[in-house]
C-alpha cells in the first residue's frame, strides 16, 4: 500500500462540495423560476378560456333570443341591429318554414340544431377566421355569421399580442386561428428550456373550439445572474469554512508540537543543562578544595589527620551534593509513569499523525512523504505519546538531513513491516547518511554534528523505546542516506 500526499487530493473534496452544492442550488433556482413561468402561463391561458367561452355563450344566447322574438313577433327584424351591439356577428341568415339555407353546412347543422335542441357549428372557416352558428327554430330558424378577431374581448385580455411569450389559438377540425404569435420563442426551431401547453375546448357545444395556449422557456430566460452569484456565495462559504478548518489544525498542530516536540521539550531539556552544569559547578569546586586541602594536610609533617578527615568528609558531603542535582534532575527527564500507560497502538495510525504535525515543514521542503505498508496494518505495545515523540524525532533528524541534498533528490520513504513478534518502522532518508565514525557515538547524550544541535533527539528516544521494549537501529543506505530502524514488541 502506498501513500502519497498529494496537494491536488487536498482540494478536490472542496471543489467537490463546491460543485455539489452549486448545482443543487442552481438546479432549485431553475425549477422555481420555471414554477413561476407556468403558473403565470396557466393563469393567462385560463383567464382566456373564460372569456372565450362567455363570448361563444353569448352567440347561443343571442341566436335563442332571436327564435324567441321571432315567435312572438313574426313581422319583427330584431338581428337588422345586432351587429352594432355585437361586433363579432358580421352576418345574419334566417330561413322561414318554406325557404331553403343558401348553403348544405347551414342545412346540415340546422338539422344537428333540431336534434340537439340548441345551436350548431357550420362552415368553420379558420384560414377567414369565420365561422357560421345556426339556431333550428319555428317558425323562423336563424344562423350568424361570427368573426373569430372581433370576438376576442381585447380589452379584457390578460396579455399584450404582440409581445408575450405566450402563443395562443383556437383549434377546431385540423385548423387553427392564431390569437398571438407566442414572440421568439415560436421562430426558432429549438423548444429552448421547457415547452407548457394548455388544451381547453370552448365552455358551449355549438362552438367546439380548443383554446390551445403555449409557452417556450428559452434559456435567455433563466436567471443567470442568480445562479453566479449563488455559485460565487457558496464558493465564498466554503472559503471560509476550509480556511477556519485550517486555522484550526493549524493551531492544534502548533499545540501538539508544543506538548511533545522538539520545542517545549528540547528547550527545557537545554535550560536544564545550562541549570545542572551551574548547579554542579558548585559542589564540583567545594570537592575539589576539600580534596586539595586533605591533600595538603595530609603532607604536613606530621600529617593532620583530624583536619583532613573532616576536610575529606566535607569532600563527600559534596559528592552527595552533586549526586542529588543529577538525580532530581534524572527524574524531571524521566517518566516513572511510562511502563503503566503501555497499550496497543497502531503503528501506522500514529505515523500518520506525526507525518501530518510536520506537513507544513515537509511543504516547506518540497517533501511528499511516501508509506509503505508490507502486509495487513498491526499494532504494538507502546506508550502512545512516548512513541510520537520518537517518530517525531526521527521525523525531524530525516528532514534536517535532507536539508543537506538539493530538492530534487530528497526522498522520504517510511516502511512498516512486522517480523518475528515485532512491528518495526523504517525511517529512511536520502540524506548525507551518518559519517563511519559517528555512527556508534549518536544514541549518545549530547552528541551532536549539527550547529545548535542538543544531541538529545536519538538519546531520549533510545531510553524511551528501551523503556517499552524495543530497540532504534541507525544504519546508512545505499547509495546514500540513512535509516533509522524503530522495532516495538507486537500487540
Ligand atoms: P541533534 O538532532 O540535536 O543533533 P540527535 O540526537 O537527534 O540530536 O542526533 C544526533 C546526531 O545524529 C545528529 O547531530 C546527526 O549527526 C546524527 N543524525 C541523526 N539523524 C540523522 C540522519 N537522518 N541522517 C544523518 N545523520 C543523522
Request: charged letters at 20%.
Amino acid at each position: 500500500m502506498l501513500y502519497r500526499a498529494n496537494p491536488l487530493k487536498r482540494y478536490a473534496p472542496w471543489l467537490g462540495s463546491w460543485l455539489l452544492v452549486s448545482c443543487v442550488g442552481v438546479v432549485l433556482i431553475t425549477q422555481s423560476e420555471l414554477t413561476t413561468i407556468r403558473e403565470a402561463f396557466e393563469t393567462d391561458a385560463r383567464i382566456a378560456h373564460r372569456l372565450l367561452s362567455q363570448r361563444a355563450v353569448q352567440h347561443d344566447a343571442v341566436l335563442s333570443t332571436l327564435t324567441l322574438l321571432r315567435s312572438a313577433d313574426t313581422q319583427a327584424e330584431p338581428e337588422q341591429r345586432l351587429s352594432s351591439v355585437y361586433p363579432q356577428i358580421i352576418s345574419i341568415l334566417r330561413r322561414s318554414r318554406d325557404a331553403h339555407w343558401p348553403t348544405a353546412s347551414l342545412q346540415a347543422a340546422e338539422t344537428e340544431s333540431r336534434r340537439f335542441k340548441r345551436a350548431a357549428l357550420a362552415e368553420a372557416d379558420f384560414s377567414k377566421g369565420r365561422y357560421w352558428v345556426v339556431m333550428g327554430a319555428e317558425p323562423t330558424s336563424y344562423a350568424v355569421l361570427i368573426d373569430i378577431h372581433s370576438m376576442v374581448p381585447w380589452q379584457e385580455w390578460p396579455a399584450q399580442p404582440a409581445t408575450s411569450p405566450v402563443r395562443m389559438a383556437l383549434d377546431y377540425g385540423g385548423q387553427a386561428f392564431e390569437l398571438q404569435p407566442g414572440g421568439v420563442q415560436f421562430q426558432r426551431a429549438s423548444p429552448g428550456v421547457r415547452q407548457f401547453d394548455f388544451h381547453k375546448v370552448l365552455a358551449t357545444d355549438s362552438q367546439p373550439f380548443d383554446v390551445v395556449a403555449q409557452r417556450r422557456v428559452g434559456w435567455d430566460e433563466l436567471p443567470w445572474v442568480m445562479m453566479l452569484l449563488w455559485t460565487l456565495l457558496v464558493a465564498a462559504l466554503l472559503q471560509v469554512v476550509r480556511v477556519g478548518l485550517r486555522q484550526a489544525t493549524d493551531r492544534r498542530r502548533a499545540e501538539e508540537l508544543l506538548r511533545f516536540g522538539q520545542v517545549a521539550r528540547l528547550n527545557t531539556l537545554g535550560e536544564l543543562a545550562a541549570g545542572m552544569a551551574h548547579e554542579l559547578n558548585q559542589p564540583l569546586t567545594a570537592m575539589l578544595a576539600n580534596a586539595q586541602a586533605a591533600n595538603r594536610l595530609l603532607n604536613e609533617d606530621p600529617p593532620d589527620l583530624h583536619l583532613a578527615q573532616a576536610a575529606i568528609q566535607g569532600a563527600v558531603g559534596q559528592a552527595q551534593r552533586a549526586s542529588d542535582v543529577v538525580n532530581r534532575l534524572r527524574h524531571v527527564v524521566e517518566q516513572p509513569d511510562e511502563q503503566a500507560k503501555i497499550q496497543a497502538v497502531d503503528l501506522q495510525v500514529l505515523t500518520r499523525q506525526a507525518l501530518h504535525l510536520l506537513e507544513p515543514e515537509m511543504q516547506r521542503r518540497s517533501i511528499e512523504p511516501i508509506i509503505q505498508l508490507a502486509g495487513a496494518p498491526f499494532q504494538v505495545r507502546a506508550e502512545p505519546v512516548a512513541l510520537e515523540q520518537i517518530i517525531h524525532n526521527l521525523l525531524m533528524n530525516a528532514l534536517q538531513a535532507l536539508d543537506q541534498v538539493p530538492a530534487g533528490e530528497r526522498s522520504l520513504v517510511l516502511v512498516l513491516s512486522t517480523s518475528g513478534g515485532s512491528g518495526q518502522l523504517s525511517v529512511c532518508d536520502t540524506g548525507p547518511g551518518i559519517a563511519v565514525d559517528v555512527i556508534t557515538r549518536i544514541f549518545e547524550p549530547f552528541f551532536t554534528t549539527r550547529p545548535g544541535g542538543l544531541g538529545l533527539g536519538l538519546s531520549l528516544s533510545e531510553s524511551l523505546v528501551a523503556g517499552m521494549g524495543g530497540t532504534l537501529v541507525a544504519t546508512n543506505r545505499a547509495p546514500r542516506g540513512a535509516e533509522f530502524c524503530l522495532n516495538l514488541p507486537l500487540a
